[in-house]
């Protein structure tokens, strides 16, 4: 069946990778970048089946302009790729709170300005399915990417509750968590400052190992292309989806060590509940209620 995509960031990396995948397989796709002349062999390519739009993804008004040409090339918008971002390298002292902002506004503000945008057409449409653009520093901290991993922390939260609220008018949710790939993500639009002394050890050795690591990712671009144009398709789909070996391996052995953590605590946490009289936990006499509906602070 024919769908209507609207991918962002599709001018190089996975991005541009997914939307060629998309358009072969005889979809109509919405293309946008930052600037369009870096797809201008799409309609050459693909004719009709492609329209290639300006957007910065910060920009709400232009979020609406290529939400609605999406909407009109095929009376509707059935996939949104929320996949434009970037991260540079620098410790949390040395990176300014103004290149903080710029990085949360692109990676976590650009996915809330798109959701929003397309959210109405969905509802009216009762169907669609949001893909959204995490990374494997979206669920473990990656040192020396402090805007990203905070952006991309946030985008699998607010995810989560999108999920919720779309399964009630039939939308699906989907978050990208891709490791290592062969793309440009290092090239001449990414800083990688090794920074000052004190932090070498992590700073200093994520934009070595960037460096060193850059064209022998083990990652293949086409192939997760090709894995997240199934994901449409499934009457249940993953609500996150790790791409890469790499990814699966690290979020297995992190999430091990959460449980852990939480399980390791128990007691001490549970100790902030009221007493409850006949149900007395084992830390300083306190209770452990089993009513999850209590609210937080």
């Given at each position: 069946?024919?769908?209507?995509?609207?991918?962002?960031?599709?001018?190089?990396?996975?991005?541009?990778?997914?939307?060629?995948?998309?358009?072969?397989?005889?979809?109509?796709?919405?293309?946008?970048?930052?600037?369009?002349?870096?797809?201008?062999?799409?309609?050459?390519?693909?004719?009709?089946?492609?329209?290639?739009?300006?957007?910065?993804?910060?920009?709400?008004?232009?979020?609406?302009?290529?939400?609605?040409?999406?909407?009109?090339?095929?009376?509707?918008?059935?996939?949104?790729?929320?996949?434009?971002?970037?991260?540079?390298?620098?410790?949390?002292?040395?990176?300014?709170?103004?290149?903080?902002?710029?990085?949360?506004?692109?990676?976590?503000?650009?996915?809330?300005?798109?959701?929003?945008?397309?959210?109405?057409?969905?509802?009216?449409?009762?169907?669609?399915?949001?893909?959204?653009?995490?990374?494997?520093?979206?669920?473990?901290?990656?040192?020396?990417?402090?805007?990203?991993?905070?952006?991309?922390?946030?985008?699998?939260?607010?995810?989560?509750?999108?999920?919720?609220?779309?399964?009630?008018?039939?939308?699906?949710?989907?978050?990208?968590?891709?490791?290592?790939?062969?793309?440009?993500?290092?090239?001449?639009?990414?800083?990688?400052?090794?920074?000052?002394?004190?932090?070498?050890?992590?700073?200093?050795?994520?934009?070595?190992?960037?460096?060193?690591?850059?064209?022998?990712?083990?990652g293949d671009p086409l192939r997760a292309a090709q894995v997240i144009l199934q994901v449409p398709a499934m009457d249940v789909p993953p609500f996150r989806l790790p791409l890469g070996r790499d990814v699966s391996e690290a979020l297995e052995t992190a999430d091990r060590a959460r449980l852990d953590e939480v399980l390791r605590w128990r007691e001490l946490s549970n100790s902030t509940n009221?007493?409850?009289?006949?149900?007395?936990?084992?830390?300083?006499?306190?209770?452990?209620?089993?009513?999850?509906?209590?609210?937080?602070?």
């Amino acid at each position: 069946m024919r769908k209507s995509w609207l991918i962002t960031g599709c001018s190089s990396g996975i991005g541009r990778a997914l939307s060629e995948t998309v358009l072969a397989a005889g979809h109509a796709l919405v293309a946008t970048a930052r600037d369009p002349d870096l797809l201008a062999d799409f309609p050459a390519r693909y004719g009709d089946a492609v329209r290639v739009a300006a957007l910065d993804v910060t920009d709400p008004d232009a979020a609406q302009a290529a939400v609605a040409a999406a909407r009109d090339s095929v009376g509707g918008l059935d996939v949104l790729v929320n996949n434009a971002g970037y991260g540079n390298v620098n410790s949390i002292e040395d990176t300014s709170l103004d290149e903080f902002r710029r990085q949360i506004e692109t990676n976590l503000f650009g996915t809330i300005i798109l959701c929003k945008a397309a959210i109405p057409v969905m509802r009216a449409q009762r169907s669609g399915h949001i893909i959204q653009f995490s990374s494997v520093g979206g669920r473990i901290g990656a040192p020396g990417r402090a805007p990203y991993s905070a952006a991309k922390w946030g985008v699998e939260g607010f995810s989560e509750v999108l999920a919720a609220e779309m399964a009630l008018i039939g939308v699906k949710v989907t978050v990208i968590e891709p490791g290592g790939f062969r793309t440009n993500f290092a090239d001449d639009s990414t800083t990688l400052d090794e920074g000052r002394p004190e932090y070498d050890a992590v700073v200093g050795a994520a934009a070595r190992m960037q460096r060193a690591f850059d064209g022998h990712q083990p990652g293949d671009p086409l192939r997760a292309a090709q894995v997240i144009l199934q994901v449409p398709a499934m009457d249940v789909p993953p609500f996150r989806l790790p791409l890469g070996r790499d990814v699966s391996e690290a979020l297995e052995t992190a999430d091990r060590a959460r449980l852990d953590e939480v399980l390791r605590w128990r007691e001490l946490s549970n100790s902030t509940n009221f007493p409850q009289t006949g149900e007395v936990g084992a830390f300083r006499g306190q209770v452990n209620p089993s009513d999850d509906t209590l609210p937080s602070r």
